[in-house]
């Protein structure tokens, strides 16, 4: 099962979290069962008119997203996809991964 994690920083586990989904410099992509990392560049384009933010992540195969803040229309397109949308009070990639278990389900989005 893998985990999309909304980074601001390539900094390994003490990288933190980023504020909003769609606009973070990279994603963590954390493979829970093997306990691997991979950090890679956040290359959405916004401009795409062929495909959403959503549509250009999902290459990446998570079963579940990790984010401090994301819009109304990128956790509907999320649900249509059975991928867990999880938030959580922490500042670091590595706090994530240690409450795995105690993130909070997301259910509205941010108003920005």
């Known amino acids: 099962m893998k985990m ?21 410099p990279y994603f963590a992509i954390y493979d829970i069962e093997n306990q691997t990392i ?3 560049k956040n290359e959405i384009d916004h401009s795409n008119e062929m ?8 290459k990446y195969n998570p ?10 229309k990128a956790i509907n397109l999320f649900k249509e996809r059975n991928v867990i949308l999880k ?10 991964i240690e409450n795995i278990n105690s993130l909070n389900n997301i259910s509205s989005g941010c108003e920005h």
């Open 4 to 24: 999309l994690v909304a980074i601001n920083e390539n900094n390994e586990m003490n990288s933190r979290l980023s504020e909003h989904f769609g606009h973070c």
């Open 38 to 40: 991979n950090i890679v």
């Open 51 to 58: 495909l959403t933010p959503v549509d250009q992540v999902m």
């Open 87 to 96: 938030t959580g009070n922490f500042q670091t990639l590595k706090e994530v």
């Open 63 to 72: 079963e579940i997203v990790f984010t401090l803040g994301i819009g109304q």
